[in-house]
């Protein structure tokens, strides 16, 4: 281990133990030399890296912060902005002037060029704030907002803490990137999500709905998807489906893999659709858009709020191979063992090519990706999903319920949310769905063809982590909009109000979703957060961002 590595781990320990000895997440605000109140943002960092750090009750290796990919990620969103439109044809905040000047910034304060003095510190600060509130507003620019947010972070892990008035300058920069944030999501006008399958896409639907947005049906089945958009998963290989189906038998809408071309939708026509039906939500459990025949093409709507959520993806594989077994089964009741000769990892990579193989990955990078090969996908696929990733406005980890809170509150604008997030599935399936897991040497197998998509999700969550500072920061500042946590059980996880959730969560296959306020609830609700900030507008206004 070489000398700054070293003390970088000394670094986070001696932070971690500082914690300790405070006994004391809170933030607290520390009087500048002007005698204004800051917030702090030492303290912000430091409750982000131990709530990030935080195992799940289901899998102990939850992208632990460590420095090495702390340090790593870091690095590689320094090379982003470059390797972007080498990567990908449509990254449009590349185009403009001033976000290569702010990432120039970035680059000295993270000492790039040179160690800046604390005064050099808060002057850089200060023009890359006047800077960033220049930016066109038709735009969240989420890779510009990271890449600065990577640049504070070396600064702190370098350099220790910032001085009073550093840390004025850099929740100044924070607040400015917020607000640039929230008034790009009110043009957008539409909250795109990117729903990838049993990693809570439901969930979010659900709270969708119960915060006031519309869309085409709330139903279970079809979660917030346009039906004309085709954004419908492809799970199961038809070929072989058909193959072991007997004769007679109808082919299910989950045996479509590799025999559902997706109508092509551009975000052009997505947009006017929405909008001209007041829509302010859509879900996509398919690819992201484009790349049909070539990965360079994928892309999302620019026009959209782009929201993605994340699970651990052993967890997500899991929860998928037990949803599928318990479809069959009540589909084919006892036809059903006909479909699994075997339910070893061999077969369910064969009845479920993408979904057992890098799902996020795959779905990342479009169809031309989705459907290669195993053996086709490589190191060089990684690298485009994270940079894929990097573009998204908003990114959820399922398994971070208190960071989420605050993104709900502070990136999507909504009122209302869980403390915490259960599986929605019931107990009837989880004891059928368990019966068609491989054995534990199978499952073994599994994992390890799943690796890079790990190494995805490790990325990903440090992404979350640096987003969650800048809405934490302006959240502390006073610019949120109030938040409540309700619960399934009449219970309430913060917040004011008589939040709870009517009906059962719990679902079975063909089941449809339960999940309303009661009629006596006090919660109010937002009308769909920031995208619904301009709907008193036309139908299609002038400022429309398509």
Request: charged share 20%; hydrophobic share 45%.
């Amino acid at each position: 281990m070489g000398p700054r590595r070293y003390c970088l781990q000394m670094l986070i320990a001696g932070i971690a133990a500082a914690s300790l000895v405070t006994c004391s997440c809170t933030t607290t605000a520390t009087p500048t030399g002007n005698g204004q109140a800051v917030v702090d943002f030492d303290a912000i960092l430091l409750r982000r890296l131990i709530l990030n750090n935080s195992a799940t009750s289901n899998a102990t290796d939850v992208a632990a912060v460590s420095v090495h990919q702390i340090m790593e990620t870091i690095g590689y969103l320094f090379k982003a902005p470059r390797i972007l439109n080498e990567t990908f044809d449509k990254a449009p905040e590349l185009n403009n002037e001033l976000f290569w000047e702010v990432v120039h910034g970035a680059e000295a304060l993270a000492g790039i060029k040179g160690i800046l003095a604390e005064s050099e510190v808060v002057a850089l600060l200060d023009s890359m704030a006047a800077r960033v509130a220049q930016l066109p507003t038709h735009l969240c620019w989420p890779v510009l907002r990271r890449v600065v947010l990577a640049a504070l972070m070396q600064r702190r892990l370098q350099h220790g803490p910032f001085g009073l008035d550093a840390a004025a300058a850099a929740a100044r920069l924070c607040v400015r990137f917020f607000l640039l944030h929230r008034t790009a999501a009110g043009r957008k006008g539409i909250i795109d999500f990117f729903h990838i399958s049993k990693a809570g896409g439901t969930t979010f639907c659900q709270l969708a709905k119960l915060n006031g947005c519309r869309t085409q049906s709330f139903a279970a089945r079809r979660n917030c998807l346009i039906r004309e958009f085709d954004d419908v998963p492809r799970w199961v290989n038809h070929t072989l489906h058909v193959s072991l189906a007997p004769r007679g038998l109808r082919t299910p809408w989950f045996a479509n893999w590799g025999s559902k071309q997706r109508n092509s939708v551009s975000c052009h026509i997505r947009k006017r659709f929405m909008m001209r039906r007041r829509f302010n939500i859509l879900a996509n459990e398919f690819t992201v858009y484009g790349a049909q025949r070539i990965p360079r093409n994928a892309h999302v709507c620019p026009g959209h709020l782009n929201v993605l959520q994340l699970r651990h993806p052993h967890l997500r594989l899991r929860s998928h191979l037990m949803w599928v077994w318990a479809l069959y089964d009540h589909h084919f009741k006892e036809q059903a063992s006909e479909f699994f000769p075997t339910h070893g990892s061999t077969h369910w990579r064969a009845l479920l090519p993408a979904a057992t193989d890098n799902y996020y990955i795959r779905s990342l990078l479009g169809e031309s990706v989705y459907f290669l090969p195993p053996e086709n996908l490589t190191l060089t696929h990684l690298a485009a999903a994270r940079l894929a990733i990097t573009q998204f406005d908003v990114l959820l980890l399922l398994e971070q319920p208190s960071m989420n809170e605050v993104l709900y509150e502070m990136a999507i604008g909504w009122g209302l949310g869980f403390g915490a997030v259960h599986a929605r599935t019931s107990s009837q399936v989880h004891e059928v769905g368990r019966q068609g897991l491989p054995d534990s040497e199978d499952w073994k197998e599994l994992l390890k063809q799943n690796e890079l998509d790990m190494d995805l999700y490790r990325f990903g969550s440090l992404l979350a982590l640096l987003d969650v500072i800048v809405f934490d920061m302006a959240r502390e500042a006073g610019l949120g909009s109030g938040y409540s946590s309700v619960s399934a059980d009449g219970g309430e996880g913060g917040g004011a109000g008589n939040a709870a959730i009517a009906g059962s969560r719990a679902v079975n296959p063909g089941d449809d979703e339960q999940w309303e306020l009661p009629g006596n609830s006090t919660t109010q609700r937002s009308m769909c957060g920031f995208v619904s900030a301009n709907e008193a507008d036309d139908v299609l206004p002038a400022w429309l961002v398509v």
